[in-house]
């Protein structure tokens, strides 16, 4: 499956951005799915998962804050980002696995294990 990413930005902090990332190639139906990101000189780290049964999970510092959610017919992945904090700040991967326990082993930290990656959107928050 191919992955693009869109919906990136600057935007002050508390605002607010919605990112896509369309699938082809295969139907995301069959996929767990996720948002990863990357601050420049940290480690990717799993920002909210989700699996084809719409099982979702946050990095403790997005809860209440970032929404993941999925469109089969649209074969589109969403990741709906309010309140932003300067925090925020780094690239966002989309991310694909037909496995959800290898997206979740991903989310918790072996994300080079993920079979599927987009090229990343840039989102800057700033104070």
């Known amino acids: 499956v191919q992955l693009v990413e869109s919906g990136g930005g600057s935007v002050q902090a508390g605002g607010s951005l919605m990112l896509s990332c369309a699938a082809s190639g295969d139907s995301s139906n069959r996929y767990s799915m996720g948002w990863f990101r990357q601050a420049p000189g940290k480690q990717r780290e799993g920002v909210a998962v989700i699996n084809s049964y719409g099982t979702t999970s946050y990095a403790d510092s997005v809860k209440g804050r970032f929404t993941i959610s999925k469109d089969n017919a649209k074969n589109t992945l969403y990741l709906q980002m309010n309140n932003l904090k300067p925090e925020d700040t780094a690239m966002y991967y989309c991310?694909?696995?037909?496995?959800?326990?290898?997206?979740?082993?991903?989310?918790?930290?072996?994300?080079?294990?993920?079979?599927?990656w987009g090229q990343g959107t840039r989102v800057t928050v700033s104070s």
């Open positions: 991310a694909a696995d037909l496995k959800w326990g290898t997206l979740r082993s991903g989310f918790d930290g072996n994300w080079r294990r993920v079979a599927s």
